[in-house]
C-alpha cells in the first residue's frame, strides 16, 4: 500500500503519518516523489484497510500495490531513481560507459587499460578481483591485491571502480576498496549477499541471473532495497538460450519492460551477451539506441594474452570508435 501525501506536507507532517502506519504494527517507508512524498507500507501480513489512513490530515490518496515486489516498483516511485557515481548519473537519460578488464591481471595492465577508456570517454573503470570461473582450475583473481590496483586507479585517473563481490565473506574488504560493488549473474539469487549489498553505502549493479525472469531479477532488487541501500543499478548480461552462435542471448527486450516496471536505471553489458568481440560492437550500438542508462564494456589491452574473456574484449581503438558511434547514435536518440 502506497500512501500519497498532499503537496508541501512538511517534515513533521511526513512523521505523525508514519508513526500512525507504525502504531499499527507495519513498516513506514518514505518516498520522496518529484513534488510530494509518498509512505510505502511494508511487511504487511494480507491486505491493509485503506481506511486507516484515508481521513489523515496530509493524506492525498492511498494505493493498493497490487505487484509483489514494492520498494523497486514504478507504482512506488513515478519518476526515475538517478545515482550519481563520479561525473557519471544513471537514470538521468545519458548513457555513461564502465570499461575495462574482466580481471585485474598487474597494475600495469589496470593502469594502461584505464588512461585509454578514460581518453575514449568511459565514465567509471571495471575490473574482477575475485573472479566467478565456471572452472576451479581457471585463474579466480589477485583479491585483494587486485583491489589494491582498483584503488591506485582511482587515485591515478579519478575514474570511480567497480568489481564483483563473490561473497559475504570478503564484502567488508571489497567496499573498503571501490566505489561501486557488483553482484554477478551467478550471485542473483544469493539472498544473503543480496541483504549483505542492502546495508552497504554503496551503489549496487545487480547482474541479472543468467535465466531469471524480470519478476526474479526485481525481487532480487528489493532485497537490496528493503535493507536500506536504494542505489540499485539493474544489468542485462545475457541469457542463456538455445543458441549456440553467441555466448549467451541478449535480451534487449527486456529493457523497455524493466523501465515500465522499475524507477531504477538499467543498463547493458554486450560483452558477456556475446563473447566475441565481432558481436559485442553491434549489440553495444543496438543498446545505445535502445535508451539504456548505460553500459559496461570489456576492454583490453592485449585480449590474446589476458586471463580471462579476451575473445571478447575490445581493442582500445575499437573502443574509442564505439564510443564515438554510440554519442552519435544517443544525439539522435535523445534522451527521453
Ligand atoms: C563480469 O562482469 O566479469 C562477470 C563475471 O559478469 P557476469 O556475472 O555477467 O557473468
Ligand atoms: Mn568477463
Known amino acids: 500500500m502506497l500512501v500519497v ?12 503519518i508514519v508513526r500512525i502506519i507504525e502504531k499499527r504494527g507495519y513498516t513506514a517507508r518514505p518516498i520522496p516523489g518529484g513534488d510530494r512524498v509518498s509512505i510505502g507500507i511494508l511487511h504487511n501480513k494480507g491486505s491493509v484497510d485503506a481506511a486507516h489512513f484515508l481521513g489523515l490530515d496530509g493524506v492525498k490518496e492511498v494505493i493498493p500495490v497490487t505487484k509483489p515486489y514494492k520498494l523497486v516498483s514504478r507504482e512506488f516511485q513515478r519518476d526515475n531513481t538517478q545515482i550519481k557515481i563520479g561525473d557519471a548519473v544513471f537514470g538521468n ?15 600495469e595492465q589496470v593502469l594502461t587499460i584505464a588512461r585509454s577508456v578514460k581518453n575514449a570517454g568511459a565514465m567509471l573503470f571495471r575490473g574482477g578481483a575475485f573472479k566467478p570461473r565456471t572452472s576451479p582450475y581457471s585463474f579466480q583473481g589477485l583479491g585483494e591485491q587486485g583491489l589494491k590496483f582498483l584503488a591506485k586507479v582511482r587515485e591515478e585517473t579519478g575514474l570511480p571502480v ?46 541479472r541471473g543468467m535465466s531469471a525472469m524480470l519478476q526474479e531479477w526485481l525481487m532480487a532488487a528489493e532485497y537490496i532495497m528493503e535493507e536500506g541501500n536504494s542505489q540499485v543499478i539493474l544489468c542485462e548480461r545475457g541469457i542463456r538460450t538455445f543458441v549456440r ?42 543498446s545505445a539506441a535502445l535508451g539504456a542508462d548505460g553500459q559496461m564494456i570489456e576492454v583490453h589491452n592485449k585480449p590474446e594474452e589476458a586471463l580471462s574473456d579476451g575473445a571478447q574484449s575490445l581493442y582500445p581503438d575499437q573502443f574509442e570508435a564505439v564510443m564515438k558511434k554510440m554519442n552519435a547514435i544517443r544525439a539522435i536518440i535523445g534522451t527521453e
Do not use: W
Not at 537519460?93 to 597494475?107: D, F, H, K, Q, W
Open 5 to 16: 501525501l498532499e503537496k508541501g506536507t512538511t517534515e513533521e507532517g511526513v512523521l505523525a
Open 93 to 107: 537519460g545519458t548513457m555513461p560507459v564502465i570499461a575495462g578488464p574482466c580481471a585485474v591481471e598487474s597494475l
Open 162 to 207: 567497480v568489481t564483483e563481490v563473490l561473497d559475504v565473506e570478503n564484502f567488508d574488504l571489497v567496499e573498503a576498496h571501490v566505489d561501486v560493488i557488483q553482484i554477478g549473474t551467478r550471485n542473483m539469487q544469493n539472498f544473503s549477499l543480496l541483504r549483505r549489498a542492502g546495508r552497504s553505502k554503496r551503489p549496487v549493479i545487480l547482474k
Open 245 to 286: 552462435h553467441s555466448r549467451n542471448t541478449l535480451d534487449l527486450s527486456v529493457v523497455p519492460a524493466a523501465k515500465k516496471e522499475t524507477h531504477l536505471p538499467i543498463i547493458v553489458d554486450p560483452s558477456h551477451a556475446a563473447g566475441v568481440r565481432d558481436q559485442v560492437i553491434p549489440l553495444a550500438y543496438a
